[in-house]
């Protein structure tokens, strides 16, 4: 079975840093493209970070202007697991994280919270 668990949000400060993990199960990461996605109460599920395949040239990622050069995704396909760190953070990325494979979109797990306040 396919399976998408996300992990790592909780509750920070403003400025501060997390790590969000998606570790995968019933198919192979390396295979896809990666993507990180939020979405805030009210609000559609944003698109904020895609790293490419392996079969891609290089290692591409690309992020939403909201997180350019404070997020940073990656992945280890060892642990078939991704990453997304957050940096600089604002209590505008207040939202439930999400992640998924692309282009053939599979269950979406149940995200995790991240909250920034003071």
């Known amino acids: 079975q396919v399976r998408l668990v996300e992990s790592g949000g909780g509750l920070v400060q403003p400025g501060g840093s997390l790590r969000l993990s998606c570790a995968a199960s019933?198919?192979?990461?390396?295979?896809?493209?990666m993507n990180w996605y939020r979405q805030a109460p009210g609000k559609e599920r944003e698109l904020l970070a895609t790293?490419?395949?392996?079969?891609?040239?290089?290692?591409?990622?690309n992020y939403a202007d909201s997180v350019k050069g404070r997020f940073t995704i990656s992945r280890d396909n060892l642990k078939n697991t991704v990453y997304l760190q957050m940096n600089s953070l604002k209590p505008e990325d207040t939202a439930v994280y999400y992640c998924?494979?692309?282009?053939?979109?599979?269950?979406w797990g149940q995200g995790t919270q991240v909250t920034v306040s003071s």
């Open positions: 019933g198919f192979t990461i390396r295979t896809y493209a």
């Open positions: 790293i490419s395949s392996i079969s891609s040239a290089g290692s591409r990622t």
């Open positions: 998924n494979r692309a282009p053939n979109t599979v269950t």
